[in-house]
């Protein structure tokens, strides 16, 4: 009886242990935006960003805090901008405001913090913690824990 009781318990603890990967990977664990506080710090020094802090850890630089109305949550806007990982390469950009119209309520929370401390016409730059975007599991061709950075316009807000 002994012959069978070690290979079987070993078989149940690598199936057991199998299942606690849902998909083959590890389970993400998300940074907070004191700990990638530094980095981002470093980012703005590095790329002359003169920066404010907001309470939810957010960085943002205003270049232009524009003259038309704010965005709310329950906005749509038209923005043109450019998404970069900090490491400088561009992951995604618009220049065509035409092809925007997003609910704000909709879009990463870095954003929707950010656009709504400029008025249409107004342009910000935003250093977005990696809770503030897409997280631990990242999205597309951002890697998970990425930080962000955003130079964004306000062409429009309905």
Not at 25 to 38: D, G, W
Not at 76 to 90: M, S
Not at 97 to 104: D, K, R
Request: charged share 10%; hydrophobic share 40%.
């Amino acid at each position: 009886m002994n012959k069978f009781v070690l290979p079987f318990s070993l078989l149940f603890l690598v199936f057991s242990g199998l299942s606690c990967l849902k998909d083959g990977t590890a389970a993400c664990t998300p940074k907070t935006p004191a700990s990638e506080a530094a980095q981002m710090e470093a980012y703005c020094a590095g790329n002359g960003i003169t920066r404010t802090i907001h309470p939810t850890g957010l960085f943002y630089q205003i270049m232009n805090p524009g003259s038309g109305p704010t965005a709310s949550a329950n906005s749509t806007i038209q923005i043109t901008y450019v998404g970069k990982l900090i490491d400088g390469t561009v992951f995604d950009q618009q220049s065509n405001a035409s092809l925007t119209g997003w609910p704000l309520n909709q879009l990463i929370e870095g954003w929707r913090v950010g656009i709504p401390l400029i008025q249409k016409g107004g342009q910000i730059k935003l250093v977005v913690p990696s809770s503030m975007a897409y997280g631990c599991s990242g999205y597309g061709t951002i890697p998970g824990n990425a930080i962000l950075f955003f130079d964004i316009t306000l062409v429009n807000v309905q």
